[in-house]
């Protein structure tokens, strides 16, 4: 049995900390390990829509299944992002 979620389907423990980090007044978060985006990025940055999903059909082993739905809810997002990475990686190689 797993445990309870709650509204936005986040687990007790992980929706407590979410809370806590939102009411932490921005003035208390280190961002001293995170570079500063200046003009340059914004010029070369480029905005990516994201396509329509179609929705399919197909068989996957069962741990596959289980190991992305371990991580909550969003699995299917998950399963699409390492695919979509496959496809860019592979995508490349194929076009040296």
Do not use: C, H, W
């Amino acid at each position: 049995m797993s445990a309870k979620r709650t509204r936005n389907g986040a687990k007790p423990r992980r929706a407590d900390e979410l809370a806590r980090l939102k009411a932490k007044p921005d003035s208390e978060i280190d961002y001293s390990d995170i570079p500063e985006l200046g003009p340059e990025f914004f010029r070369a940055a480029k905005m990516l829509m994201p396509e329509e999903a179609q929705p399919v059909t197909m068989r996957l082993d069962r741990s596959v299944i289980d190991f992305f739905k371990r991580g909550g809810p969003g699995y299917q997002a998950r399963i699409n992002a390492v695919l979509r990475a496959y496809v860019e990686t592979v995508g490349k190689a194929e076009k040296r």
